[in-house]
């Protein structure tokens, strides 16, 4: 089973790039079987980590929050497991 560890932060205005550096220097142990970090207008982060585990293993590494000095509000986080695509 996979399961993939979602992570969106806004940055305060002009501190995107500040964010995203940031973001990509944020060490996971263990770390994760793949992870991939996107930025988007509106200086917004996204990280995503896939993880060899199900849905409700506990204690997978996440990024921590930001200081307040980065972030315009909390960080959203999800968590989504792989299915079958049918095809």
Known sequence: MTVALMWEARAVEGRGADLLTWATHQPLDPPPLRRETFRAPEDRVLVITWWDADYHTPGLPELPEPGEDLVRRAV?????ESVADGS
């Open 76 to 80: 959203h986080r999800w968590r989504f």
